[in-house]
């Protein structure tokens, strides 16, 4: 059974960059799409980006565009999402996620997703 732990939350400034980390146990990464949301408070769970297992489909929310970029370890136990240029905006608690099927790669199927974090705070604030 595949396990998913996000870290790198914080607190940074505007404009600033964090990276955060979804580590994956039970199970590699690599026979799974993977996903990354967000949720403000007050607000419902959005999608952020989104990648299926072999690279071939990437998705991006507008707000995300130029900004957030996904990538993984050489082992495909760990995903990253980069984060720069960020916003108040960008406030949330940040969620990776996992799909079964190698080829999905949708951002707003959010309970179609077999896996998740239990995520990690993200407060862009001066």
């Known amino acids: 059974q595949l396990q998913l732990v996000e870290s790198g939350g914080g607190l940074v400034q505007p404009g600033g960059s964090l990276r955060l980390s979804c580590s994956a146990s039970?199970?590699?990464?690599?026979?799974?799409?993977i996903g990354w949301f967000r949720q403000a408070p007050g607000k419902e769970r959005e999608g952020v980006l989104c990648?299926?297992?072999?690279?071939?489909?990437?998705r991006y929310a507008d707000s995300a565009k130029g900004r957030f970029t996904i990538s993984f370890d050489d082992a495909k136990r760990t995903a990253y999402l980069q984060m720069d240029s960020l916003e108040p905006e960008d406030t949330a608690v940040y969620y990776c996620?996992?799909?079964?099927?190698?080829?999905?790669?949708?951002?707003?199927?959010?309970?179609?997703?077999?896996?998740w974090g239990q995520g990690t705070q993200v407060t862009v604030s001066s």
């Open positions: 996620a996992a799909h079964r099927s190698l080829l999905f790669c949708e951002l707003r199927a959010v309970d179609t997703y077999d896996f």
């Open positions: 039970g199970a590699s990464l690599e026979n799974h799409a």
């Open positions: 990648i299926s297992a072999r690279g071939e489909r990437t």
